[in-house]
């Protein structure tokens, strides 16, 4: 299973970006796949989820109304539009994934790191002031 993120890169407060997960080796209707990010000296924190299968989606509660996933299925790839980017979204953002068999019963787990298997390296987004 390879996950690899892009995207990722230094803009300007305000501005958007759109960050791409290319996954292979994995049967991507039956996985779920998220977003996560991690800014210096904080925890590894949720941002967005999608289960390419069937559809369904979710996002952390502070970042609602600014990011968007959805995906390529015929390109497997999961992507994460991210409009009026602020200082504090500056971070490494991972791509992850796991069955979607065990999220049908814990939906509510998917921002938690030390549910996924598979993750890729993480793509660099600084935002400036």
């Known amino acids: 299973v390879q996950l690899v993120e892009s995207g990722g890169a230094l803009v300007q407060a305000g501005g958007s970006l759109r960050l791409s997960c290319a996954a292979s080796?994995?049967?991507?209707?039956?996985?779920?796949i998220a977003w996560l990010r991690q800014a210096p000296g904080k925890e590894r924190e949720g941002v967005s989820t999608?289960?390419?299968?069937?559809?369904?989606?979710d996002y952390a509660y502070a970042l609602k109304g600014r990011v968007t996933i959805s995906t390529d299925n015929a390109a497997t790839t999961v992507y994460l539009q991210v409009n009026n980017l602020k200082p504090e979204d500056t971070a490494i953002y991972y791509c992850a994934a796991a069955t979607t068999h065990y999220f049908l019963s814990r939906p509510a787990q998917w921002p938690r790191t030390l549910v996924y298997d598979y993750w890729g390296q993480g793509t660099q987004v600084t935002v400036s002031s």
């Open positions: 080796g994995l049967t991507f209707d039956d996985t779920t």
């Open positions: 999608i289960s390419p299968g069937d559809g369904p989606s």
